[in-house]
């Protein structure tokens, strides 16, 4: 047992604790949160492991437990499910899913970019997921299915 003092957060509307000094990435996937992968802990340059922090895109493996103390942190499962449905139906659609690893990193980015009321035309599409990594579809897919799941919700 580590002499780590524990700290508290909100993950998808429920109180858990993880220590102060690990990552939040560990804390969340110890938590059960399996959507949010890891995919070059603890470089975080793939996007892998994002989650929205207050609704902010954070990529957890370099996030201390420490800096999300009493904050709210979501995963896939945490969004709302109008959301969450349009986007994966706008993935399956337009090809902008293969293996599948990648795709719940992409969202939470692509969540924060449509939470924060901000304009979802090309160019704010493209610097939301700047910082997520595929190797699989590119990325003219994924932009093309974050466009139709805005379609999908009006």
């Known amino acids: ?33 399996t959507s949010v992968k890891d995919g070059c802990s603890p470089q975080g340059q793939c996007g892998c492991c994002t989650v929205l922090v207050d609704g902010d895109a954070r990529v957890a493996c370099v996030t201390p437990v420490a800096r999300v103390a009493g904050r709210r942190v979501t995963t896939v499962r945490g969004l709302e499910p109008t959301w969450r449905d349009a986007a994966a139906a706008a993935l399956v659609a337009t090809g902008g899913s293969q293996c599948g690893f990648c795709t719940p990193g992409f969202v939470m980015s692509l969540s924060a970019l449509l939470h924060n009321n901000a304009d979802a035309g090309e160019e704010s599409i493209q610097d939301a997921i700047a910082g997520n990594l595929c190797r699989c579809t590119g990325y003219i897919n994924i932009v093309k299915a974050v466009k139709r799941s805005v379609e999908l919700m009006k």
Request: hydrophobic residues 50%; without cysteine; proline residues 3%.
């Open 1 to 33: 047992m580590s002499d780590t003092p524990a700290v508290s957060f909100h993950l998808n509307g429920v109180e858990v604790n993880g220590a102060a000094d690990a990552s939040l990435l560990q804390a969340v996937r110890a938590a059960g949160a």
